[in-house]
């Protein structure tokens, strides 16, 4: 038996995997993070994630369980390590992703720490994913690997791609081989009031949901110029920071491109604030640089001929991958759109998660033609 810190979102996940870890006879605390010292600036309802709606949700779920219930202020670690990164990272022109900064820096860094500090034995969330025996059939055990989860729609083995081995040893996702709808059905039947509670979306420090608007009450206005390929201004704007690479929609150029096809976002350079649109087919990139890479295990010695995700939600790119120290070269097999510095590319042999890296440049084939 294990002592276990339940990380409870107010969720149906948390609260079935939570369930789980009970029913495996694991001695469970439940522990809901508070991530602002002002919870009502944060989403709230059917959108919501981290609110008083949310804490409440996950103190009942406890009690349901009968296992103690405790909140951890969490808000300070939170505001440095995510608000204030996001805030930087759109500042230079890149589009972070500040859910895999939290899974990174404070559900599996700072949660984890305190948990073993406490004299707990690890940390079980809601997470889909899967964690596995690297063993080769030796007596003794292997490494631990992270997989997909069985339910591919809700797999989130890209947000957790930053664990190292240390971590993973210490992380416990019991749904990873469930689908979506028995956990809430399983949920219903332990009677956890949550059972059909909606999932949580966006990000839940932007409490409208409004980014550009959010970051240019944070940064103030910083003046630029979109323009084509060509360098012809088409409009001014008040912050490069209110658009990202492959944006379509909320460009408001007045003027239709001269074969009437529609413009995207094709680079954004902060100093100067210049935004630069074109025709969808300059979004195609077919290599990137990432930096900053974690290994889930062993990093690749050799050249690896894998698959990579690009986006949460994305699709799976067939590619091969070069690492050089803290560099990352990736060659994608076919071609992706409008890949955004800032975001994570997540490693992936099979099914099973190497590493991941942020995306500090790509190479668009566009530029092999220009």
């Not at 500090?117 to 490494?143: C, I, K, M, N, W």
């Not at 944070?218 to 012809?232: F, I, N, Q």
């Not at 490693?347 to 566009?366: E, F, L, N, P």
Request: charged fraction near 25%; glycine fraction near 10%; hydrophobic fraction near 35%.
């Amino acid at each position: 038996m294990s002592r276990l810190i339940a990380a409870m979102s107010g969720g149906v996940d948390s609260a079935v995997a939570a369930a789980r870890a009970v029913d495996a006879g694991h001695d469970v605390t439940g522990v809901h993070l508070a991530l602002s010292r002002n919870p009502r600036s944060y989403r709230s309802g059917a959108r919501g994630c981290c609110s008083i709606e949310d804490s409440s949700d996950a103190r009942r779920a406890a009690d349901t369980l009968e296992i103690p219930f405790y909140v951890w202020d969490m808000s300070e670690e939170f505001a440095d390590e995510v608000v204030d990164d996001f805030i930087e990272e759109y500042s230079a022109g890149r589009t972070p992703n500040p859910c895999l900064r939290c899974n990174e820096k404070i559900k599996f860094a700072a949660v984890l720490e305190r948990a073993l500090a406490l004299g707990f034995d690890g940390v079980v969330t809601g997470h889909y994913a899967q964690l596995r025996d690297g063993a080769d059939g030796g007596s003794e055990p292997g490494p631990i690997e992270l997989h997909r989860a069985v339910d591919h729609g809700k797999d989130q083995s890209y947000v957790l791609g930053v664990l190292t081995q240390e971590q993973l040893a210490h992380s416990h996702f019991p749904l990873g081989g469930s689908d979506k709808s028995d956990v809430r059905l399983e949920a219903e039947r332990r009677g956890l009031q949550v059972a059909h509670k909606p999932d949580s979306h966006d990000i839940c420090f932007v409490a409208d949901g409004d980014n550009a608007g959010w970051l240019a009450d944070k940064l103030g206005p910083r003046p630029g110029t979109v323009v084509d390929e060509s360098g012809e201004v088409l409009r001014e704007h008040d912050g490069a920071y209110a658009f990202t690479i492959g944006q379509r929609r909320g460009l408001r150029l007045g003027v239709p491109a001269d074969d009437g096809k529609p413009r995207f976002v094709l680079d954004i350079e902060p100093v100067s604030g210049t935004v630069t649109v074109g025709p969808r087919e300059h979004l195609l990139v077919d290599a990137l640089e990432g930096i900053r890479p974690l290994w889930c295990g062993t990093a690749p010695g050799e050249p690896l001929e894998c698959t990579v995700q690009l986006r949460a939600h994305g699709a799976e790119h067939r590619a091969v991958v070069e690492v050089d120290g803290e560099s990352v070269h990736v060659q994608l097999l076919e071609p992706a759109e409008g890949i955004a510095p800032g975001q994570a590319v997540v490693i992936y042999d099979g099914t099973r998660v190497v590493g991941s890296a942020t995306i500090a440049s790509t190479h668009r084939m566009a530029d092999q033609t220009s």
